[in-house]
């Protein structure tokens, strides 16, 4: 794969508005989907009753992440968040688009700019939406850590804001 440079801004510019109404956009949708299709309280604990089958692993062979630039991540969690929106809005009952839209995003792999607190928030956000979908996806496969990292979450809309242009 051919290796694409990085576009630089001027250095004390502030991201554009705009960058964080798609952030802060694209966020909120996926925060929806994992609230709508998350778990629900009247469900048992995975580990009550009878044993149920264990689900699919997104990430089997688990290795570092491949790096990703900028636009090709940017790009492929844009094209995330409207398989989502389409999901979650009924215009999809199957999950196969949607998990299509993040086996490309996970295979496209992570910027090395994005910082271990960042890819800890989108190691949350990727995982809520396989687990939706009834499968997991280890930390390691996005290089995330796997214990809470504090501020993980707004690390990541942050890097999404300076990263991800609207």
């Given at each position: 794969m051919a290796k694409r440079t990085q576009r630089q801004g001027t250095a004390g510019t502030p991201p554009a508005p705009r960058s964080y109404v798609l952030g802060g956009v694209l966020l909120v949708a996926v925060l929806l989907v994992l609230f709508v299709l998350g778990p629900s309280a009247e469900e048992e604990p995975?580990?009550?009753?009878?044993?149920?089958?264990?689900?699919?692993?997104?990430?089997?062979?688990?290795?570092?992440?491949?790096?990703?630039?900028?636009?090709?991540?940017?790009?492929?969690?844009?094209?995330?968040?409207?398989?989502?929106?389409?999901?979650?809005?009924?215009?999809?009952?199957?999950?196969?688009?949607?998990?299509?839209?993040?086996?490309d995003l996970l295979a496209v792999g992570v910027p090395p700019a994005m910082d271990l607190p960042a890819r800890t928030g989108y190691h949350a956000v990727l995982a809520g939406i396989y687990e939706s979908i009834g499968m997991d996806l280890a930390p390691e496969a996005v290089g995330a850590a796997s214990t809470a990292v504090e501020g993980a979450d707004s690390a990541f809309t942050a890097y999404l804001d300076q990263r991800c242009p609207a």
């Open positions: 995975s580990g009550a009753g009878t044993t149920p089958a264990a689900p699919e692993d997104a990430a089997a062979d688990v290795g570092p992440p491949a790096e990703a630039t900028d636009e090709d991540f940017c790009a492929g969690f844009v094209a995330l968040a409207n398989s989502q929106a389409a999901f979650v809005g009924g215009g999809e009952a199957a999950p196969e688009p949607l998990q299509e839209a993040a086996d």
